[in-house]
């Protein structure tokens, strides 16, 4: 927290954290897990794999205390960092805990495991020196709709609608640039530990990650997140968080109707479509939240006889 913001007064707190270790029994441990939050009356989104564990849960101060305490009391998770934002009140409206194949689905032809190999971490001061002072490549390892309302500037907009896009991608804008400076960067930096060591094995020689994300480099006192442009996109009911709290904060989303700027993001009412997209408040009340005419037309909802 900054000194010249207002400070929140809060009960409520939000998680993001993410560990790559070995689970030998992940649909087991997921149950165990799932216990546990319940019992803490914690909401969110956590991921089992074989792999690791990667979560966003939202709770009580007492009750994100008590759950970060239980899970570093674990040797497998007593390094897990925690990213903590304040709330006043939930994020999520339930809680689920699911097991995947991967923490993030990749799907990569060559191995991605940053137990092995991982690209060279950034602290947010090292990556603001790099993104100001020095010739390289910035890519945004998320997806295109979370470049839109908020990134980095000068970084490449990518042009994937999901994380497994990325390794063609990749080879296709950036394959002859395997020993150029490349530095990549995610919402809370899991992405970029799969993203940056698939890409090591892929031959490209110099590649850095910030890490911890850009939620950390937003909540950094030196950088204050400058350089950053927009908001940050997240996975749950804020949709969108703050991450620049210098002066020279810019907004850069724009309605998908009219162009005009905007950073309130809408679902299509159209039950078929729910495309996620940027509407100012005359569009949204136009197109009755709808994404396209086609769509506003359309039933809001199945129709039963």
């Given at each position: 927290?900054?000194n010249?913001?207002?400070?929140?007064?809060?009960?409520y707190h939000?998680?993001?954290?993410?560990?790559?270790?070995?689970i030998?029994?992940?649909?087991g441990?997921a149950d165990?897990?799932?216990?546990l939050?319940?019992?803490l009356?914690l909401?969110?989104?956590?991921?089992?794999?074989?792999e690791?564990?990667n979560?966003?849960?939202?709770?009580?101060?007492?009750?994100?205390t008590?759950?970060?305490d239980?899970?570093?009391?674990?040797?497998?998770f007593?390094?897990?960092?925690?990213?903590?934002?304040?709330?006043?009140g939930?994020?999520f409206?339930?809680?689920?805990v699911?097991?995947?194949?991967?923490?993030?689905?990749?799907?990569?032809?060559?191995?991605?495991?940053?137990?092995?190999?991982?690209?060279?971490r950034?602290?947010?001061?090292?990556?603001?020196?790099?993104?100001?002072?020095?010739d390289v490549?910035?890519?945004d390892g998320r997806?295109?709709?979370?470049?839109?309302?908020?990134?980095?500037?000068?970084?490449?907009?990518?042009?994937c609608?999901s994380?497994?896009?990325?390794?063609?991608?990749i080879?296709?804008?950036f394959?002859?640039?395997?020993?150029k400076?490349i530095?990549?960067y995610?919402?809370?930096?899991?992405?970029?530990e799969?993203?940056?060591?698939?890409?090591?094995?892929?031959?490209?020689?110099n590649?850095?990650q910030?890490?911890g994300?850009?939620?950390?480099?937003?909540?950094?006192?030196?950088?204050?997140?400058?350089?950053w442009?927009?908001?940050?996109?997240?996975?749950?009911?804020?949709?969108?968080?703050?991450?620049n709290?210098?002066a020279?904060?810019?907004?850069?989303?724009?309605?998908?109707h009219?162009?005009?700027?905007t950073?309130?993001y809408?679902?299509?009412?159209?039950?078929?479509?729910?495309?996620?997209?940027?509407?100012?408040?005359?569009c949204?009340?136009?197109?009755?939240?709808?994404?396209?005419?086609?769509?506003m037309?359309?039933?809001?909802?199945p129709?039963?006889?």
């Amino acid at each position: 927290m900054f000194n010249d913001e207002k400070e929140l007064i809060s009960v409520y707190h939000v998680l993001l954290y993410y560990q790559f270790v070995a689970i030998d029994d992940p649909d087991g441990f997921a149950d165990q897990h799932r216990q546990l939050c319940n019992d803490l009356g914690l909401k969110g989104r956590i991921l089992v794999a074989p792999e690791g564990l990667n979560g966003t849960v939202s709770g009580k101060v007492e009750a994100c205390t008590q759950y970060r305490d239980t899970l570093v009391q674990d040797p497998r998770f007593a390094s897990m960092v925690f990213k903590i934002d304040e709330s006043e009140g939930h994020t999520f409206k339930k809680m689920f805990v699911r097991v995947k194949k991967e923490l993030v689905t990749f799907r990569a032809d060559l191995p991605s495991n940053p137990l092995e190999v991982t690209g060279h971490r950034l602290t947010p001061t090292e990556w603001k020196a790099k993104i100001e002072h020095e010739d390289v490549i910035i890519i945004d390892g998320r997806t295109d709709y979370e470049y839109d309302i908020g990134h980095f500037r000068g970084a490449i907009r990518p042009d994937c609608e999901s994380f497994r896009e990325f390794p063609d991608w990749i080879r296709s804008h950036f394959g002859d640039k395997k020993d150029k400076t490349i530095l990549t960067y995610c919402t809370g930096g899991i992405r970029c530990e799969k993203l940056t060591a698939f890409m090591m094995h892929d031959g490209f020689t110099n590649v850095y990650q910030l890490d911890g994300g850009i939620v950390t480099y937003g909540k950094d006192e030196q950088t204050k997140g400058a350089l950053w442009d927009g908001l940050c996109y997240v996975f749950d009911e804020r949709v969108t968080v703050p991450i620049n709290h210098t002066a020279d904060r810019n907004v850069i989303g724009t309605c998908h109707h009219c162009g005009e700027p905007t950073e309130h993001y809408v679902n299509c009412r159209n039950f078929r479509c729910r495309a996620q997209h940027l509407a100012c408040e005359p569009c949204e009340a136009l197109f009755k939240s709808a994404c396209s005419m086609e769509c506003m037309v359309a039933p809001e909802r199945p129709v039963y006889n």
